[in-house]
């Protein structure tokens, strides 16, 4: 069984910057798309970020563009989610998931392992 577990959650003021973590196991970032998702509280999981298994290639949603910035260590089969700028708008639970779709895209469909989840708070 796949698994992820994410890190690096916390409270923050807005305009600060966390970076979260995500450690796979049992799989290797060669052949899975790894995504980065947030629930806010009576709101849908949105796809924020992805990185794809092929090349490295990156998707951001337009919310998040030019003040987050996904990148990956294979060599420590980890992916990392360095949120700068953090607005209030951002608190959420994020998650990072994995898909077996080699070129990633920002449906949380496509992803089939989950972790459980970091919570994120941006607020004075």
């Known amino acids: 069984q796949l698994q992820l577990v994410e890190s690096g959650g916390g409270l923050v003021q807005p305009g600060g910057s966390l970076r979260l973590s995500c450690a796979v196991s049992?799989?290797?970032?060669?052949?899975?798309?790894i995504g980065w998702f947030r629930q806010a509280p009576g709101k849908e999981r949105e796809g924020v970020s992805c990185i794809s298994s092929i090349g490295g290639s990156t998707n951001y949603a337009d919310s998040v563009k030019g003040r987050f910035t996904i990148s990956r260590d294979k060599a420590k089969n980890a992916v990392y989610l360095q949120m700068n700028s953090l607005k209030p708008e951002d608190t959420a639970v994020y998650y990072c998931?994995?898909?077996?779709?080699?070129?990633?895209?920002?449906?949380?469909?496509?992803?089939?392992?989950w972790g459980q989840g970091t919570q994120v708070t941006a607020s004075s």
């Open positions: 049992k799989f290797t970032l060669d052949y899975y798309a």
């Open positions: 998931a994995a898909s077996p779709v080699r070129l990633c895209v920002l449906s949380r469909y496509e992803y089939d392992y």
